[in-house]
């Protein structure tokens, strides 16, 4: 089945269109956002029977924010942000990226143009 918007996210097996899926906007924490006017959305697309792992598509705006990471893997479907990682390191993120954060990694994204990103991370 392939999902179309409008439609109630189905139980699997279904397809989406990554790029255009409709997203469910998500409140974000003013105290995260260091400086523009950011906004996020996401949807979930699956979550494993024991609640310990979901995938999902999110999506911000451009903008500045602060963030403390699960550990997730993602893949950037569109867009272009800096991540700024406490440890040091950066992260350049643009089209067909693969990435991954610890749990507990504190984040600055610098969101240059909004950024889409394909997740799984692990719960809890």
């Known amino acids: 089945m392939c999902w179309d918007p409008g439609m109630t996210m189905p139980p699997p097996p279904y397809a989406v269109v990554l790029d255009t899926v ?3 906007a998500v409140a974000l924490d003013p105290a995260q956002v260091v400086s523009g006017a950011p906004e996020v959305r996401e949807l ?3 979550r494993a029977r024991d609640g310990a792992v ?3 598509v ?3 705006t451009p903008g500045v924010v602060t963030d403390v ?3 997730e893997v993602f893949v950037v479907l569109d867009g272009r942000a800096t991540v ?3 440890s040091g390191a950066t992260l350049e993120l643009s089209p067909g990226v693969a990435g991954a954060f610890r749990a507990g990694s504190r984040t600055t994204w610098h969101v240059h143009e909004t950024l889409r990103k394909l997740y ?4 809890g």
């Open 120 to 123: 799984t991370v692990q719960l």
């Open 54 to 56: 979901a995938t999902g």
């Open 58 to 60: 999110w999506e911000i």
């Open 44 to 46: 979930e697309l699956w």
């Open 69 to 71: 990471e699960a550990d």
């Open 84 to 86: 700024e990682i406490d």
């Open 22 to 24: 409709p997203l469910e």
